[in-house]
């Protein structure tokens, strides 16, 4: 690349000089070609080139990791832009964008669903582009097979922007499984992962994979949309999420005020479609025995907290 010294001197040899055009205005010059880098520079090279350029080093196998990686984090940036986002499938990026899902480099695959995430949130072209190539699927299968959780949260999220904004999605979400899939990592979780000896670190990470997808599951039954709220409470129903959600309570020490809301958002808002004869019965006395048990437990250390004693008194006034 051409140096600044060469910059300047390309400049100054092709500058015309005032005074001599002014004493004789037919003085030209012919100017010298200026190396393309050197326009890229000055001008900026058009987000499209950019971003394909990102691509091709990241799916570059040759390339060191942190190479890969970094190039990966200035694709990001591009497509927090809407427009660019939608670019992808005009340039043919959503297929190896996909494909380094499968990459054998935890870094490379989390960065990659971290992006997917960014460019279908609240992007309804792009999700379209993403569905039509099969990519809610993908993303499915992947979260299934996926052992890493700090991968595994990218993919939720990718997937959550879908599902939560697009009927469409919902309903492929739906038929393939998915909220199966939620009770089994919710299962997981409750089971595996709250360990007296787990670092800080994972519990971290495990606690904000737990949350989202209590948080997912809220939203869902918050909307009345296409009845997606009636949908996602039977799916609830079926797969027994009311006691997985449960018993996630009492594994998690009430130690985490944000969880302790949105599980009991998740109690009311399932109580609440029974109530209204959405529903068939949520919990069995067995299962009403625990809530009972959660709903004490959660009273006695947060009766400092306004909105959660509120969402008390709304669970119990639901179950009368």
Known sequence: MPSQAELLHWATKNSINEATKSEDPTVTKEMEKLDPKWIDIILGKEDSISMKESMESAVDESLPIDVRVSSLDNFEMFVENLDNANDLKILGLWKPLLNLLQSETV??????????????????K?????????????????????????????LLRSISSLITSNATCFKLFYSSKGFELISTFLQKIDSEFFLDDSTEDIT??????KKKLIYMLNFLLST???????????????????????????????DDVEFVEWGLKFISHMLNLEKNNKLDSVAESRVQLKLNSVLSEVQEKFKDDAVIVDLILKINSDRL
């Open 126 to 154: 792009a999700q379209n582009d993403l569905v039509e190539m099969n990519g809610l699927e993908t993303l499915i299968i992947h979260l299934k097979s996926e052992k890493e959780i700090s991968v595994q949260i990218k």
């Open 204 to 209: 971290t990470v495990v606690r904000n994979f």
């Open 107 to 124: 870094k490379i695959r989390m960065m990659a669903a971290w992006i997917i995430g960014t460019c279908v949130q609240n992007n309804a």
């Open 224 to 254: 009345e949309e296409s009845k997606l709220n009636v949908v996602t409470a039977l799916a609830c129903q079926k797969e027994n999420l009311f006691e997985v959600v449960l018993n996630l309570f009492g594994r998690s020490k009430y």
